[in-house]
Structure formats: C-alpha cells, structure tokens
C-alpha cells in the first residue's frame, strides 16, 4: 500500500496496491535443442507435428520445411520402426541440403529402446512416452502391486532407459518425458488411480533415472484431453518440482483436442490458463487438421498473453449503437493495410464512451465521427504518459 497526499483536502490518503501485469514465468533450465533453447528465460517455443510417413522422405522434408517456413521452431516425426528411425538421417541430410538444418524431435513407443538408440543419432531430440517405452502385460486378475512387483519393473524401466540416457548425454542432446494420461502404465494406474498425480509420479520416475546418470537435458510434458485434468497435472507438476528442487522446462498442450473453434479454444483454454500462472516454456496446438492450422494459433495465445509479439496488436471495440459506421468493415481495410506492421497497437474505435481510453496505449489509432472533445481526451491522456516517461 502506498500513501499520498490527497489533492483536494492535503490529507494523507492510502491508495490501492499496484499489480503487476507482466507474466512472471517460472524459472527454468535452459534446453537446448538443435539451436533452439527452451526454457531459462527464452522466448515460449512453438512446435508441431507433421503427419506424413517418415518413410516418405521428400513428403517428410517438404512438411518439416513448410513448418518451419511459418514459425514452428521444432518439429516432431513420428518412428514406428527401425525403418523409419533410419530415415531420419535421409530427411535430416536432404533438409540441409535444400533448406536448412531444422530442430526434429522424434517420437519413440512400445518397447523403444532399439528404435530410440538409432534416433538418437541424427536428431536433436527423442521423446518418450513412461507408459509405453517398457511394456506392462495386462493381468486381468489383477488388484494391487506389490511393492516388490512395482520395483521390478522399475529396475527393468531402468535398464532399458540408460543406454538412451547415456547416448543423448555424450552427445549433448535433449529428451522429452512426455507422459499421456491416455496410457499411463498398469502399475501407475493400479497404484495412483487416473490422476494427475499418477502422471506426475510417472514422469518423476523417469527424471530421476536421467537424474542418476547426471543427464539434465530433459523437457517435461503431462498432457490430456480433458482441460482440467491437463491444468491439475502440469500444476502439481510445478510444485512437486519445487519441492524436490527440480527446474526442467515444461512443455505444454491438451491432446486430441479436436477441430474447428472448438478444437482452438480447448487448446487455449489449458495452455493459456498455465501460461498465464507462469507455467510452460513450450506449446503445441493439436488440432486435428493439417499441421500448418496449428501455428498461428500458438502465436495468437502467446501475442494474447504479452509474451511474444509476432503480430500487429489490434483494439477494435465489439461495436454498438454508439458507432456511427461500419466498424467491422473499416478494422477489415485498416488491418489488410498495416498487418505487416509486426510489433506495433492498432487501435480502431467507434464508441464515444470507452474508444478514447482504450486507445490511448496503441501505437495509432483510427476513429470516425467522434466529437473532437473526447478524442483529444485519449490523445492527452497519451501525451501525458509519454511525457512522464521522458521526464
């Protein structure tokens, strides 16, 4: 609380505290992964994922490179088979012969380790599921694990895990410990329920296996298709890691969110309410339709939330009564106009109430058949503050 002199009277008044309305995100190692960092105070990372056949190798490199070309900064391949791991080196070579070198992270599952060890090879990048890189058979009699059974398999996740923490290690690469609520692993789910703190124990199983053979290139993902559950567990996640004095950058996304509007604001919904707790230093949008769709609305939640500016910043009220013309054909003109003006507010108002005000932090404003008095209100109101700002 601060306490002023009141203008009016000379009284001391005590006036409201002031909020802070920048984004503090959590503090984080720095991951790098080809020559992107996540994580350590960088920028939020876009990536997404292409849908060809690894196999198709000039399918694949076109994909990654169209990707690429409108801002995705990583991209994700999925390896089914030795086949497919075995590809990568072909896409990785013809992308840097006809483009560039691009970040890939390759996706591993079902008993990966042979698969995983040859990705390692030609990529930036391996992400593994814990619920599926050790395959559990189901016992359908079963009621409980022991905790004999529950460190068997543990031992056993161990083994298979360390030769691909070894190899990532000695080469300076990264991992992606991406657990899915969808396939959690019987003895998680036997012993935590389908909880967020059933993924949370499944990634930190993990981490600390990397943990024991000093590998600290890790990225952690615990993602669902449910908004609530995706928020609880990456929530939990957050504090846990602090607790235990972890700091792994988070990667962010609600799974099989859909298509369409809806598949856009689900996806919002769960990234932008982490991220605006300071939460997550990566996202993708997945959606299902063509990969490219995915991008700009990564971009728009980040721009959205202040933290990062890819785009012109428009303030153009909903319209009512109040506008005395067409305000959604005017923004239309003014945005097809300056929309490569990247970084700056554009502000469009029709309303004699809130317009002036409102536009009084964009950049430029465009108004139409407003009374002088109040436009000159927000332009003082601007002038004002850029006076106090150059003192």
């Keep these: 609380m601060q306490t002023l002199p009141s203008l009016e009277t000379g009284k001391i008044i005590t006036s409201q505290p002031t909020f802070d309305t920048t984004i503090k995100r959590r503090k984080t190692r720095a991951v790098k992964v080809g020559d992107v960092i996540i994580g350590g105070g960088y920028p939020v990372v876009v990536q997404s994922m292409i849908n060809e056949d690894t196999l198709d190798i000039d399918g ?3 994909a990654i490179r169209r990707l690429h070309e409108i801002g ?3 991209v994700r391949v999925t390896v089914p088979s030795m086949a497919h791991a075995k590809a990568l080196a ?5 992308l840097q012969q006809t483009y560039r070198d691009v970040p890939i992270v390759a996706d591993v599952h079902h008993n990966g380790m042979k698969i995983a060890l040859e990705v390692a090879k030609h990529i930036e990048k391996v992400r593994i599921n814990p619920g599926l890189y050790v395959f559990e058979k189901p016992n359908t009699n079963r009621t409980e694990y022991t905790k004999t059974e529950f460190d068997e398999i543990g031992e056993k996740i161990r083994e298979t895990l360390a030769p691909l923490v070894v190899s990532l290690r000695d080469q300076g690469k990264a991992m992606r410990i991406g657990v899915n609520h969808g396939s959690l692993a019987e003895r998680m789910l036997f012993t935590y329920g389908d909880t967020p703190e059933g993924m ?3 990634a930190l199983e993990f981490i600390r ?4 053979l000093n590998f600290y290139n890790i990225v952690i993902s615990l993602k669902a298709s449910r908004v609530p559950v995706m928020v609880a567990a990456y929530r939990l996640m957050a504090k846990r890691m602090d607790d235990l004095g972890m700091d792994y950058p988070l990667h962010l996304g609600v799974t099989e969110a859909g298509d369409g509007e809806y598949g856009r604001i689900k996806s919002t919904a769960g990234i932008a309410t982490l991220l605006a707790d300071g939460i997550g230093d990566t996202i993708r949008v997945s959606l299902t339709e063509s990969p490219e769709k995915e991008i700009p609305v990564c971009y728009s939640i980040l721009q959205a939330l202040g933290l990062r500016k890819t785009m012109v910043e428009y303030v153009a009220c909903p ?3 109040r506008t005395l ?3 959604e054909e005017v923004l239309h003109k003014v945005r097809e106009a300056t929309k490569h003006l990247t970084g700056l ?6 309303c004699i109430v809130n317009g002036p005000g409102e536009m009084a932090d964009a950049d430029y404003g465009y108004v139409a058949k407003i009374p002088v008095l109040s436009l000159c209100t927000g332009i003082g109101r601007r002038l004002k503050r850029f006076q106090k700002t150059k003192g």
């Design 319 to 321: 319209s009512c009564g």
């Design 345 to 350: 507010d554009i502000a469009v108002m029709g």
């Design 325 to 327: 013309f067409n305000l």
């Design 90 to 94: 072909e896409i990785k070579q013809k």
């Design 209 to 212: 296996i990397c943990e024991s």
């Design 200 to 202: 949370v124990e499944s």
């Design 60 to 62: 694949s490199v076109s």
């Design 72 to 74: 995705c900064e990583i």
